[in-house]
């Protein structure tokens, strides 16, 4: 029974650990993407006239 559990919670521990290296990878991208994009607009304003 203790087995098992030690298992389990190893499994548990390992996939949060995956999980949050995931997330902090996507969320730099999406930020960094973001960011890019807002400049890209701020720079392009100059352009229009209404």
């Keep these: 029974m203790g087995e098992k559990i030690y298992n389990q ?3 548990s521990g390992a996939g949060s650990i995956a999980m949050g290296i995931l997330c902090v990878v996507f969320g730099l991208t999406i930020g960094i993407i ?3 994009n807002g400049a890209k607009l701020v720079r392009g304003k100059k352009y229009i006239s209404f």
């Design 9 to 11: 919670m190893k499994n």
């Design 34 to 36: 973001s960011i890019v």
